[in-house]
Nanobody, 117 residues
Framework: QVQLVESGGGLVQPGGSLRLSCAASGFTFSRYGMSWYRQTPGKERELVAAISSTGGTTNYADSVKGRFTISRDNAKNTVYLQMNSLNSEDTAVYYC??????????WGQGTQVTVSS
């Protein structure tokens, strides 16, 4: 059974930091590119950051460049999103996403991040 379980969300003050984790199971994690998406009510889900299966390539949305860092630990089947200098526009539900061309793709259940004073 495939599972992507996000954790680490919560309430943080503007300027603060959070580290999201996504623990994967039920598929060959090391062969999947991993991404973090986020979504706010009434808006489409948007890509925040992506990392290749080996971790050698990363990509970021312009809105988070220099503030967020995506990383992965294939030994632990986990992908992370370190979020620094958070602001109110980062408030969203954050989703973990696993994709491998030619194979199934998977979504996590999401974790809420709220940036507010």
């Amino acid at each position: 059974q495939v599972q992507l379980v996000e954790s680490g969300g919560g309430l943080v003050q503007p300027g603060g930091s959070l580290r999201l984790s996504c623990a994967a199971s039920g598929f060959t994690f090391s062969r999947y590119g991993m991404s973090w998406y986020r979504q706010t009510p009434g808006k489409e889900r948007e890509l925040v950051a992506a990392i290749s299966s080996t971790g050698g390539t990363t990509n970021y949305a312009d809105s988070v460049k220099g503030r967020f860092t995506i990383s992965r630990d294939n030994a632990k089947n986990t992908v992370y999103l370190q979020m620094n200098s958070l602001n109110s526009e980062d408030t969203a539900v954050y989703y973990c996403y696993a994709r491998r061309p030619g194979y199934d793709y998977y979504w996590g259940q999401g974790t809420q991040v709220t940036v507010s004073s």
